[in-house]
């Protein structure tokens, strides 16, 4: 299963960015859809996660402000982060659960960078 991540930037206080992850590769099917990441100098932490029955869950710090959305026909994940600080700063990665030949394993995008900054 491949991960291609897009749609970081540089963006200022207060402005909004929409991350995309398309899934591609062999697998018979896809649970879990997330996005985690890492600021520098941190350790990777969890933003916000989907269920296959579009069953969402966030982190405390972005509620209200991220949205989490899935295409399942698409196998893709979408992140819409709204009202952006610098503490967002970070590296976002998309992750998901797939079947691939029978077994469930978790994957890992290559990340793409958010930085807010004015």
């Known amino acids: 299963v491949q991960l291609q991540a897009s749609g970081g930037g540089l963006v200022p206080p207060g402005g909004s960015l929409r991350l995309s992850c398309v899934a591609s590769?062999?697998?018979?099917?896809?649970?879990?859809m997330g996005w985690y990441r890492q600021a520098p100098g941190k350790q990777r932490e969890p933003v916000a996660v989907?269920?296959?029955?579009?069953?969402?869950n966030y982190a405390d710090p972005v509620k209200g402000r991220f949205t989490i959305s899935r295409d399942n026909a698409e196998n893709t994940v979408l992140l819409r982060m709204s009202s952006l600080n610098p503490e967002d700063t970070a590296v976002y990665f998309c992750?998901?659960?797939?079947?691939?030949?029978?077994?469930?394993?978790?994957?890992w995008g290559q990340g793409t960078l958010v930085t807010v900054s004015s």
């Open positions: 992750y998901v659960g797939a079947n691939v030949r029978g077994s469930w394993s978790g994957f």
């Open positions: 989907i269920s296959n029955l579009g069953s969402t």
């Open positions: 590769g062999i697998f018979n099917s896809i649970n879990i």
